[in-house]
C-alpha cells in the first residue's frame, strides 16, 4: 500500500527548481503570512496559535500556545524569542532539511511569532556541527532584511525585531532550553534549576524568554496563515498539526517523511513508507523519538488506556504516530527521530553505543548524570567487549533509577531511559553476554 | 495561628512536624531549625544555590485544592490533603511556601542519598588513609550516614590531575573534587577575584584556575575551609595533623578592628591553623589568609619570654619591684595599646590612676586602608575597649609626637609601655635615651633593646578576654594555648603592679572577674556579665563616642555612620 506524504512543512523542499533565495520563496507566497500576522493584534495570533493546539516538536511535545502563555508581560523587561536549532539528538534530521532547503520558511515563522510575543530581540541558536545551515541562516536573514521583513519597521508595522544567528560550541546539552540561555549569555551550557528559572519568567538575561525548535516555529506560520481553529482540524485531537519523521536504520528507503500526526501508525511507516526491513532480515525494535526514547520491541503488545478513555491493545505496527499514543506505549515521539533496528542488532552494542554518546555529552553539572552516564557507559563496554558479568544486567538498571527523575534537567531521563529500556525490554540478552563471556572475565575487582 | 499575621512567618512541616520560619526560607534551613539534618555538598549558606550535588533531595508536597471550586482538599480524616510530587526537589532551591510538605526520611529520600553518594563515590580515589580533610570530611560522613554501604563498582576509575598548586596557599586534587562548585562561587561572589572554573565535561568536569591566573588572594583559604572533601588543601596545613587531634578554642582575629570570630586549632601547645568562626554579624563564614598566619609570631625566634633588668634575666618579682621604684621615682607617661584586651586596657587605667592624677596616657593608632571586606582601616582590634574602659578619651595619633615632644621637654621620667613598639611609634632613640622605658611587649625590638626593664606578655592566643570590635560588638577570646613557662599572664602582671602601687589586695586576673567592676563602673557596659557573652558578642552602646573621626570604612556588615565616616 503506497502511502503518500501530506507535506506541509516540507511542501516546496525537494521540488525541482526549488532553491533557498528569497525569490523562491516569495514566488510561492513567502512573507505573505508575515504581512497578515503584522496586521493583526499579537494577542489574536496567541490566542490562534493557542487554539490551534500545536505542540512543541523538539522533544518535550509542550503545547506551543501554553507555553507563551506563561510569558511574564509585567516584569518591563525586553522579551526574547530564540530558536533551538541545535538539533543534536541522534536519529533526528529534520530542522537541518528546513535550514538548509527553506530558511525563508523559518524566518518567517519566527517573525510571525516575535510580533505575537513581541520580542524585543530574536535569536537563532544553532549547533556548531551545521556552519553551511549557519551560513544559509545569515544569507537569508540578510535578504529578509533588504526587503523589510526582518530588522527595522517590518511591512511598516512600526514593529521592529532583529535575528541573531549564533553558533553553539557542539555541545548536545545546548539544546536544553536552559543550557542554551546559559551558552548564549556565554557562559557553560549548564542547565538551569527551573523553579525558578523558567525561561517565560527569567530566560535570557533573567528577562522573559520563549524558546521554540525549528519545526515549532515554521508550524506557527502556518497556523497564523489557516487559522488557529483549521489548524486544530489537521492531524488528531490533541496531537494537531503534521509532523516530519526522521526515520534511519534498518530500513529501505530511511529518510525524512511529513505527515498528519496520527495519520499512519508506526507499521505503515516502517513497511510501506520506508520499504520495510532488508530482504531476509526481521524486525526486531525501533526507538520511535531519538535515541533518549525508550525502545519498543517487534513483539511486543502494548495495552492500556488513552487520555480520553479508550483502551488499547496494539502490537508495534498498530502504534499511531503521535504524541499521545506513543506517550501511552511507554515511549515518547521526542525529536520524531524513528531508529528502526532489525534483527543483526545486538542489543548490549547499541545501548553502549547510546550510552557513550550520553556520557560524553552530559554537562557535567549535577551528580547522578554526570557520573551515572558514564557508569553505564563503562559496564555496557565492558559487557560488549566480553567482560560482562550477570550482576551487570541488574547493576545497569539501578544505575538507571538512580538517574532518572533526579537531575537538574532532562538529561537524567535521557540518559537513563536507554539503559533503562534496553535492559529490561532484552533482559534475556543482557544476561546471555554474561554467560557466554563468563570466560574471558578476569581481573575485575571491587574499588 | 494566631501569631501568623503579627511575626510574619509561616507554617511549613518537616516529616509531619510544623515549623514555623520566614516565607521563602529554603528547606535545609528550615529543617535545620528543628535539629534536622539534609545532607549536602554544593549548597552553602552564605553562597549562591546551584542544586547540582543533588544530595539533598526531599520529597515535596503541597496542600491540594479543587480546580473547579478552589477549596482545600481533605483527606478521609478531614485533614489537608497533600499532592506530593512524583519527582524529588532539591531542598537547597526550596523555598519555604504556606502550607509546603517534606519528607526527609522517606524511602525513596533514602535511595536518592544512598544513589548520589554512590555516584560521588565512584570516581573518588577513596585515599582517605593519606587526605588531609579525613576526619572532617563530608564524603567520609554522609557516606557512613546515608550510604550504600559497599561498592558495586568493577570499572576503571578516572585519573585527573593530581598536587595542583592553584596558588601560593591552595592545593588541588581534582580527582577528590566532587564538582560541588562551592569555591568558584566563593572567588566569584565573596573574593571578588573569579579564576576558577571547570574544563572539559561529564564526568571528566576537571576544577583549574584560568590561564594565567592563579588564586592568589588574601581569602583564597576559605576555599579549602568551605571544601566538603579534600580536593582544595592548605599548603601550610596540610600533612601536619590529624584534625582530630586539635583542640578547638573560639577566637578573634587582632589583624583589625572587624573582630573576625576564630577557631583556633592547637595539640600539646602548638598551633596549627586557624579557621573562620561563623557570624552572621561580622564575618560570615570567611576570614583573611593573612589572619591566618598570625599564629606564626607565638613560636618565633624574637619571642620575648623572660623578664629583664639591665638586659639580664630577672625574677618576675624583682622586676615588679624595680617597676614600682620607676614608676614613683618620676613623672611618668604611659602607652597603652589597641591591642589590649577590655580588661587589661580596664586594669591599665586603675594603674594610671594609683600613679596620680595628670599622668599622660596615650594608644598607637595602626590606620592601614583596607580591603572592603573583612579587614579595616584600623589595625587595632580594640580601640574602642581603650575608649569605654576610659583609659582614653580621644583616637589615637599614628605616631606619639606629643610623647615625643613631652620628652625633648624634659616632662617625662619614666615611659610604661604596655605592649607597643615605641621607636615603631615614632620616638626616636635619642629621645628614648633621655627617658627610662619599661617596655611590656610580646617580642623583641628596637624599643625592647633601649629598655631598662623588659615584661614579656602573652598573645592573643594564650590568653583570654575581650575585644570591642568596630561596630561596639564586644566580643570574647578564649586561651588556646598556654604561654612560655613563668610568664605572667598580661592581666596578672597588671593586677600585680596595680596592688603594689596602691597596696590593696592583688585583683583575681581573670576576666570574669575584672568584669564585675567594669559592669558597676561603666554605664554602657552594665549589666554584662562576662561569662554571658553570647558566643557571637553583644553589640555595646557607642553613641556616646559617635561624634569621634573613626577611620574605618565599608566592610561587610559595617557601613560607617555619617557622623563618623571620614572622608
Known amino acids: 500500500m503506497a502511502i503518500s506524504e501530506q507535506r506541509v512543512i516540507l511542501k516546496h523542499v525537494d521540488e525541482p527548481g526549488y532553491d533557498p533565495g528569497i525569490e523562491c520563496y516569495v514566488r510561492h507566497g513567502g512573507y505573505e503570512t508575515l504581512r497578515k500576522a503584522v496586521g493583526m493584534q499579537p494577542e489574536e495570533i496567541c490566542r490562534g496559535v493557542e487554539v490551534s493546539e500545536v505542540r512543541g516538536r523538539g522533544g518535550a511535545g509542550f503545547p506551543a500556545g501554553m507555553k507563551w502563555k506563561f510569558l511574564d508581560r509585567k516584569s518591563g523587561k525586553p522579551i526574547y524569542l530564540i530558536c533551538n536549532a541545535d538539533e543534536s539528538e541522534p536519529g533526528t534530521f529534520k530542522d537541518r532539511q528546513i535550514m538548509h532547503k527553506d530558511p525563508h520558511q523559518l524566518i518567517e515563522g519566527m517573525m510571525v511569532s516575535a510580533f505575537a510575543i513581541q520580542a524585543a530581540l530574536a535569536f537563532i541558536y544553532i549547533r556548531e556541527e551545521m556552519p553551511q545551515a549557519a551560513r544559509i541562516l545569515e544569507a537569508a536573514i540578510d535578504e529578509a532584511r533588504a526587503r523589510g521583513f526582518v530588522g527595522e519597521d517590518i511591512l511598516g508595522s512600526g514593529y521592529s525585531c532583529e535575528i541573531v544567528v549564533h553558533r553553539g560550541a557542539a555541545a548536545y546539552i545546548c539544546g536544553e532550553e536552559t543550557g542554551l540561555i546559559e551558552s548564549l549569555e556565554g557562559k557553560r551550557a549548564y542547565p538551569r534549576i527551573k523553579p525558578p528559572y523558567f525561561p517565560a519568567a527569567l530566560g535570557l538575561y533573567q528577562c522573559p524568554t520563549i524558546v ?26 490533541g496531537n494537531t498539526g503534521t509532523r516530519i519523521w526522521c526515520v534511519s536504520g534498518h530500513v529501505q528507503r530511511p529518510g525524512y517523511y511529513e505527515f498528519e500526526c496520527g495519520a499512519l501508525t508506526l507499521g505503515e511507516m516502517i513497511h510501506d513508507v520506508c520499504g520495510g526491513v532488508h530482504p531476509g532480515r526481521s524486525l526486531k525494535a525501533v526507538i520511535p523519538g531519538g535515541s533518549s526514547a525508550k525502545i519498543l520491541r517487534a513483539d511486543e503488545r502494548f495495552t492500556g488506556k488513552l487520555k480520553d478513555g479508550t483502551e488499547f491493545d496494539w502490537g508495534l505496527n498498530d502504534i499511531p504516530l503521535d504524541f499521545d499514543s506513543l506517550m501511552a506505549c511507554g515511549s515518547m515521539s521526542g525529536s520524531g527521530g524513528i531508529i528502526v533496528m532489525d534483527d543483526r542488532v545486538d542489543m548490549v552494542e547499541a545501548l553502549a553505543n547510546i550510552n557513550a554518546f550520553y556520557s560524553h555529552e552530559s554537562c557535567g553539572q549535577c551528580t547522578p548524570c554526570r557520573e551515572g552516564s558514564l557508569w553505564m557507559k563503562k559496564i555496557t563496554k565492558r559487557m560488549a567487549e566480553g567482560g560482562a558479568r550477570t550482576e551487570d544486567t541488574d547493576l545497569l538498571l539501578s544505575i538507571g533509577d538512580q538517574i532518572a527523575g533526579r537531575t537538574i534537567c532532562a538529561f537524567g531521563e535521557a540518559c537513563a531511559w536507554p539503559t533503562q529500556s534496553f535492559v529490561s525490554k532484552f533482559r534475556d540478552e543482557f544476561l546471555a553476554k554474561a554467560s557466554e563471556d563468563s570466560g574471558k572475565r578476569k581481573g575485575l575487582r571491587l574499588v | 495561628m494566631n501569631s501568623e499575621k503579627h511575626d510574619n512567618l509561616i507554617s511549613v512541616h518537616i516529616d509531619g512536624e510544623e515549623v514555623r520560619v520566614p516565607p521563602g526560607t529554603n528547606m535545609i534551613e528550615a529543617a535545620r531549625s528543628i535539629g534536622t539534618e539534609i545532607p549536602h555538598y554544593c549548597y552553602h549558606p552564605k553562597l549562591s544555590v546551584v542544586g547540582n550535588c543533588r544530595m539533598c ?18 483527606d478521609e480524616k478531614g485533614q489537608p490533603k497533600i499532592l506530593w510530587m512524583p519527582k524529588p526537589a532539591v531542598a537547597c532551591a526550596t523555598g519555604a511556601a504556606p502550607g509546603m510538605h517534606i519528607r526527609t526520611d522517606s524511602a525513596l529520600v533514602r535511595s536518592c542519598r544512598e544513589g548520589v553518594m554512590e555516584f560521588l563515590l565512584v ?25 550504600r554501604g559497599y561498592s558495586r563498582f568493577v570499572e576503571e576509575k578516572n585519573v585527573k590531575p593530581k598536587r595542583t598548586r592553584l596558588g601560593p596557599r591552595v592545593m588541588l586534587d581534582d580527582e577528590r573534587c566532587i564538582l560541588c562548585s562551592r569555591c568558584i562561587r ?92 561563623r557570624n552572621d554579624a561580622v564575618n560570615d563564614t570567611w576570614m583573611s589568609d593573612s589572619g591566618r598566619t598570625l599564629y606564626k609570631g607565638v613560636d618565633s625566634g624574637d619571642r620575648m619570654n623572660v623578664y629583664t633588668l639591665e638586659g639580664r634575666p630577672a625574677d618576675a618579682g624583682a622586676v615588679l619591684e624595680e617597676c614600682v621604684a620607676l614608676l614613683r621615682g618620676g613623672s611618668v607617661a604611659v602607652v597603652g595599646s589597641g591591642r589590649s584586651s577590655v580588661e587589661e586596657q580596664w586594669m591599665l587605667k586603675r594603674t594610671v590612676e594609683a600613679l596620680g592624677d595628670e599622668i599622660p596616657v596615650y594608644l598607637v593608632g595602626r590606620t592601614e586602608p583596607g580591603d572592603g571586606l573583612l579587614i579595616s582601616n584600623d589595625r587595632n582590634p580594640n580601640v574602642r575597649g581603650a575608649l569605654l574602659t576610659g583609659l582614653m578619651d580621644t583616637l589615637p595619633a599614628a605616631t606619639l609626637d606629643d610623647l615625643g615632644a613631652r620628652i625633648e621637654a624634659g616632662e617625662i621620667d619614666t ?50 578576654g575581650s575585644f570591642v570590635n ?31 602601687l596602691t597596696g590593696l589586695r592583688p585583683m583575681r586576673p581573670e576576666p570574669a572577674e575584672i568584669w564585675k567592676h ?44 555619617a557622623a563618623t565616616a571620614v572622608s
Not at chain 2, 520529597?59 to 477549596?71: A, F, I, K, S
Not at chain 2, 570516581?123 to 550510604?147: R, V, W
Not at chain 2, 559592669?519 to 553583644?538: F, H, K, M, N, Q
Request: charged share 25%.
Open chain 2, 186 to 277: 566563593f572567588c566569584k561572589e565573596i573574593a571578588d577575584d573569579d579564576v576558577l572554573g571547570f574544563i572539559d565535561r561529564g564526568s571528566y568536569s576537571t576544577l583549574t584556575c584560568f590561564p594565567g591566573k592563579e588564586l592568589a588572594n588574601n581569602y583564597s583559604l576559605n576555599t579549602v575551609d568551605i571544601c566538603p572533601v579534600g580536593a582544595l588543601t592548605s599548603t601550610d596545613f596540610r600533612f601536619r595533623m590529624r584534625p582530630w587531634f586539635l583542640k578547638q578554642s573560639p577566637s578573634i582575629c587582632i589583624e583589625s578592628s572587624v573582630g573576625v570570630n576564630t577557631v583556633v586549632w592547637s595539640r600539646e601547645g602548638t598551633i596549627y591553623r586557624i579557621t573562620p568562626r
Open chain 2, 415 to 464: 615611659i610604661l609601655s604596655f605592649g607597643e613598639d615605641l621607636c615603631a611609634a615614632g620616638l626616636a632613640r635619642g629621645q628614648l635615651k633621655k627617658v627610662r622605658v619599661i617596655y611590656a611587649g610580646t617580642h623583641h625590638n628596637d624599643c625592647s633593646q633601649r629598655s631598662r626593664v623588659e615584661i614579656p606578655l602573652l598573645t592573643v592566643f594564650e590568653r583570654s
Open chain 2, 470 to 500: 568596630q561596630q561596639f560588638r564586644l566580643q570574647r577570646f578564649s586561651r588556646a594555648i598556654p604561654g612560655p613557662e613563668g610568664v605572667y599572664s598580661d592581666l596578672a602582671f597588671l593586677a600585680l603592679l596595680h596592688a603594689r
Open chain 2, 518 to 561: 567594669l559592669s558597676r563602673e561603666i554605664a554602657a557596659l552594665r549589666g554584662i556579665e562576662y561569662d554571658r557573652i553570647s558566643d557571637t558578642g553583644v553589640v555595646i552602646d557607642g553613641s556616646k563616642f559617635a561624634h569621634l573621626p573613626f577611620c574605618e570604612g565599608k566592610s561587610l556588615h559595617y557601613e560607617p555612620t
Open chain 1, 212 to 237: 521554540n525548535n525549528v519545526e515549532t516555529l515554521c508550524h506557527v506560520k502556518h497556523v497564523v496563515a489557516i487559522g488557529g481553529e483549521a489548524f486544530a482540524r489537521t492531524g488528531s485531537p
Open chain 2, 123 to 147: 570516581n573518588h580515589p577513596l585515599d582517605c588513609p593519606i587526605c588531609d580533610q579525613a576526619g572532617e570530611c563530608h564524603l567520609q560522613e554522609f557516606a557512613t550516614d546515608y550510604g
Open chain 2, 57 to 74: 533531595l526531599v520529597e515535596m508536597g503541597m496542600p491540594g485544592r479543587d480546580r473547579e471550586t478552589g477549596e482545600p482538599m481533605l
